[in-house]
């Protein structure tokens, strides 16, 4: 098996074509990843902007440009010396009349070819959810007639442009007559006869006769259990990796099928074992990947998790939460507030799905003469998944396995006691029913056992992602997909541990920081972790914007709109969505961020589920927090948009730090980093749709080309100058490369290209976290990899807001958080960007790029607080290093470390720090990155 060293995650559609994306291959190849990892690409619904709605798994897709198009990309990439990863989508199908399959059940019901293929209840007649209202209003306004078929020439139920086939049996030998149907009550009984059903897509939580994806009702669960079913749904894949084109497969949302250890297993064997694959799996706190799955690992959530540790404030984080609390006007207990969005799961959006489960329940207990009544059966099985603190269990007619019994033990400890228990004796015949102990009804038992397990999960999805996190946003940073919704300790040492065992359990995992479904994209993340390090800064400025902008809250019947917590959540939004170089005067980009922060906005608070949502929505309250919204962007709002632009400037410029330091993290910690497209530059979107949009790749092909090495003198420059980016600066110069992620592109291609020389190192090579000293330790993450003879010493800044406070007021003293040199209390005349002297004390001549002791500059005070000169030998070394002056924090290498000879790959100079490495001022942000190949120095 070939294991990537990295990959590159383009989304096909939206203008994205096999042809865009092999012009695309030299400069993927330039960048460093050694395979494109590719969004799904088999024929979807027409107009599909994602390719996870497949109507046809055996054809690629033409809109993108087909079978010979996706040849020509191949080719292209095994010309490039490149592999491709697929994203497959073996769970679900669209429920889609363009879906051969689908509409042939349509048509012939459970008499149909592939009635067995789809996850369809055939006790009752098959659910079509796609009316605007029930059959009967439809009906009686005209809108249903008998019609033919477009396409096929026969008679159909027609709505609007959809045409829906009639079984053979209601209408062969009167086609003519059925034809000629006009009146309702006729059309009505011809309805009845039907196989199917038409009804409103509003009754689908409570009647849905098929599995769907989460509450998708427009995606059809498939059954790739069985044998016959995953042989006809695979056979392109299949032929694709045995020719091949391709090298590996990423499994979308594996944990909803029926046994997903025996999906995978069916995979591998089909597939070989040279073909690469990963699942899409969220793992929550102290969840492990099982395993007993033939994969290399997950695509990467619980990465962007274990960062929260390196680049959150845990020591002011409480105070943070204390601010929020303050706008909300009431403390949040946050394990009240995550039952109650549980349990609107269970008893609205899935209420089919439960319903489907209780009377499985209520079924076996009676034929196996169990005493609980129907309400304790219910009780007990909503108390079960409402507790449930993972997507599933992996349980099969062979039993739960070890880990899911002691996890589900711990479950049923919970909901036994408190002012919620459920009945003993309910409670253990369910978890009998889930641990395959079912004296009777063996079938229906494994049955309600699989049920079970495919329901959990889309209720912890829907529940914490797509309700809590939109509900509550004390740092919106924190509310990502994998992340715990309940408060938790922040500590390195987390991430330390994570990533040893990451080493141990999944090496070739992918490791991510931003995709196609992050709620924000991976720069605006890093910005908004900046807020715990100055929390009281934050409150203070959310309550001055909140007046200058209270003429656009309205008072309606069930309160203001926005209330104060939701302009708490805008502002932050705002506040990670704003391109680092957008300035307040800039009309043209107010507008074009105002149209992707509406949409946003919109999807925020529908989400939310509050006070409007998807099914019901609230227009009266949706215009008005839209309205507040255009507000904060309109060009006339020039004395919020002003005290906005300049109160971000520090967390734009510690966001940055945070963004270099995540990437410099993912490109040298266990797994195989994967570059979401664009990503390598700067990614401030929102959830999706937004961060699907298609990045400028012109503009990334030129800024890679503008330079052959990575330069982080710009970083020299961080605290010097206030408008980095001004009119007359050159495209690249310092610290315009910083604001434009020229700097960031520049170190992803270094350190991938370093990742290309020494594979073996980044895959097998041990994980050591290492110690700085110090009063200013914690503002550094270092650690170390070490594989045979080659050794890497990673160290990178964080929590740097503080330094980037004080510069801005000339003091060298450690601010806080009550330091009044904070911007803030209406007084904005600190922005004056000709007046400040960001270096501090007055002083910028040292950030005359010609003075600078950078690393190779000429002073080796950097390399080691023993020696100050460096070895010029060993060609062979290589190092990736940038740092800057004065040193007060050191860091002491572990004896494996010690007396060695690194050299710079940026800037080709070798140094022999011994024992120890002197870090520059804390004020002065720097990354090493240090590579020894050659042993010890004798």
Not at 336 to 360: C, H, I, K, P
Request: proline content about 6%.
């Amino acid at each position: 098996m070939t294991i990537p060293t990295a990959t590159y995650r383009i989304q096909f559609r939206n203008g994205m074509t096999f042809d865009r994306a092999a012009g695309l291959v030299p400069y993927i190849k330039r960048l460093g990843a050694s395979h494109l990892y590719a969004s799904p690409v088999f024929t979807a619904t027409t107009d599909s902007t994602h390719g996870y709605d497949v109507t046809d798994a055996n054809e690629i897709d033409p809109a993108i440009g087909g079978r010979e198009g996706f040849d020509r990309l191949v080719k292209a990439l095994k010309q490039a010396g490149l592999g491709l990863i697929l994203d497959i989508v073996p769970n679900h199908m669209a429920a889609s009349l363009e879906n051969a399959w689908w509409r042939d059940v349509i048509e012939h019901g459970a008499a149909s070819r592939y009635a067995g293929y789809f996850d369809i209840d055939w006790t009752q007649r098959l659910t079509l959810p796609f009316l605007g209202d029930d059959f009967a209003t439809v009906l009686e306004q005209g809108d249903i007639s008998v019609k033919a078929d477009p396409h096929s020439g026969r008679p159909a139920l027609a709505y609007f442009d959809s045409f829906y086939p009639l079984t053979p049996a209601s209408w062969q030998g009167q086609e003519a007559a059925v034809l000629a149907l006009t009146d309702k009550t006729q059309i009505a009984a011809l309805h009845d006869r039907q196989p199917w059903r038409l009804m409103s897509w509003r009754d689908a939580p409570g009647e849905l006769s098929y599995r769907r994806f989460f509450e998708i009702t427009g995606l059809a669960g498939v059954r790739v259990e069985d044998p016959a079913v995953f042989a006809d749904s695979h056979r392109l894949i299949l032929e694709l990796v045995h020719s091949g084109a391709v090298d590996g497969l990423r499994v979308d949302h594996v944990d909803g099928l029926a046994d997903p250890k025996g999906y995978l297993e069916q995979l591998r064997a089909a597939a070989g074992d040279a073909c690469y694959i990963t699942v899409e799996k969220i793992l929550s706190a102290g969840e492990r990947l099982p395993a007993d799955w033939p994969v290399s690992g997950t695509t990467g959530y619980e990465f962007i998790e274990a960062l929260a540790d390196v680049l959150v404030n845990g020591q002011r984080i409480d105070a943070l939460r204390a601010a929020y609390q303050q706008q909300v006007g009431q403390p949040l207990k946050m394990e009240q507030e995550l039952r109650a969005a549980r349990a609107l799961m269970v008893d609205r959006n899935f209420a089919g799905e439960f319903a489907t489960l209780l009377s499985l329940a209520v079924e076996i207990a009676a034929a196996e003469g169990e005493a609980p009544d129907d309400d304790a059966i219910r009780h007990a099985l909503r108390e079960l998944l409402l507790a449930f603190p993972v997507y599933r269990t992996y349980g099969t007619a062979a039993g739960l396995p070890q880990a899911d019994q002691a996890l589900l033990a711990g479950v049923v400890e919970q909901v036994s006691h408190g002012t919620h228990a459920a009945d003993p004796h309910a409670l253990g015949f369910i978890v009998r029913l889930l641990r395959g102990e079912a004296a009777t009804r063996a079938e229906r038992a494994d049955s309600f056992r699989t049920r079970f397990q495919q329901l959990s999960g889309p209720l912890m999805a829907k529940s914490v992602e797509d309700t809590l996190f939109f509900r509550h946003s004390m740092n919106l940073a924190l509310n990502e997909v994998g992340a715990e919704p309940l408060p938790r300790r922040f500590d390195p040492r987390q991430f330390h541990q994570a990533m040893r065992e990451r080493l141990q359990q999944q090496p070739d995992g992918i490791t991510s920081t931003s995709t196609h479904d992050t709620k924000r994209g991976e720069d605006a993340r890093a910005r908004l972790y900046t807020l715990s390090e100055a929390p009281e800064s934050w409150a203070a400025a959310v309550t001055r914007w909140q007046q200058l902008n209270h003429n656009a809250v309205q008072q309606l019947a069930d309160g203001p709109a926005p209330r104060p917590a939701g302009e708490w959540m805008l502002y932050q939004a705002l506040a990670g969505v704003w391109p680092a170089e957008l300035q307040p005067e800039d009309a043209d980009g107010l507008q074009a961020l105002e149209e992707r922060f509406t949409a946003f906005v919109e999807k925020a608070m529908r989400e939310a589920k509050l006070r409007t949502d998807w099914a019901e929505t609230n227009d009266a309250y949706e215009q008005a927090v839209l309205g507040y919204a255009r507000q904060l962007l309109n060009p006339a709002n020039r004395a919020f948009l002003q005290d906005f632009h300049a109160t971000l400037q520090p967390f734009i410029r510690a966001g940055l730090l945070n963004g270099l330091t995540q990437t410099a993290i993912k490109l040298t910690a266990p797994g195989v980093p994967d570059i979401y497209q664009g990503s390598e530059g700067l990614n401030f979107s929102l959830v999706d749709p937004d961060n699907r949009r298609e990045p400028d790749f012109a503009r990334l092909q030129q800024q890679l080309a503008e330079s052959d090495r990575a330069d982080f003198s710009p970083l020299q420059r961080l605290n010097a100058e206030r408008q980095p980016a001004a009119a007359g600066a050159q495209p690249g110069s310092a610290p315009a490369a910083l604001l434009n992620g020229q700097l960031k592109q520049q170190l992803v291609a270094a350190l991938l290209a370093l990742r290309n020389t020494h594979p073996a190192l980044f895959r097998h090579g041990d994980y050591l976290p290492l110690t700085v000293d110090g009063p200013a330790a914690d503002r550094w993450l270092a650690f170390a990899r070490s594989e045979g003879e080659t050794r890497l010493v990673v160290i990178v800044p964080r929590l740097r807001l503080d330094d980037i406070y004080r510069a801005e007021a000339g003091d060298t003293r450690c601010a806080d958080a009550d330091d009044a040199a904070r911007p803030g209390a209406g007084d904005t005349s600190w922005a004056d960007t000709d007046e400040l002297s960001w270096a501090g004390a007055g002083d910028t001549s040292w950030a005359d790029k010609d003075d600078l002791n950078w690393a190779g500059a000429g002073d080796k005070r950097w390399a080691s607080a023993e020696s100050a000169n460096g070895d010029q030998q060993a060609a062979d070394d290589e190092t990736a290093v940038a740092v800057t002056r004065q040193a007060s924090e050191t860091l002491t290498l572990p004896p494996q470390l010690a007396q060695r000879r690194y050299q710079n790959v940026l800037t080709g100079e070798t140094s022999q720090p011994g024992s120890t490495i002197a870090l520059p001022a804390s004020a002065e942000p720097a990354f090493i990155v240090l590579v020894s190949l050659n042993g010890k120095i004798k």
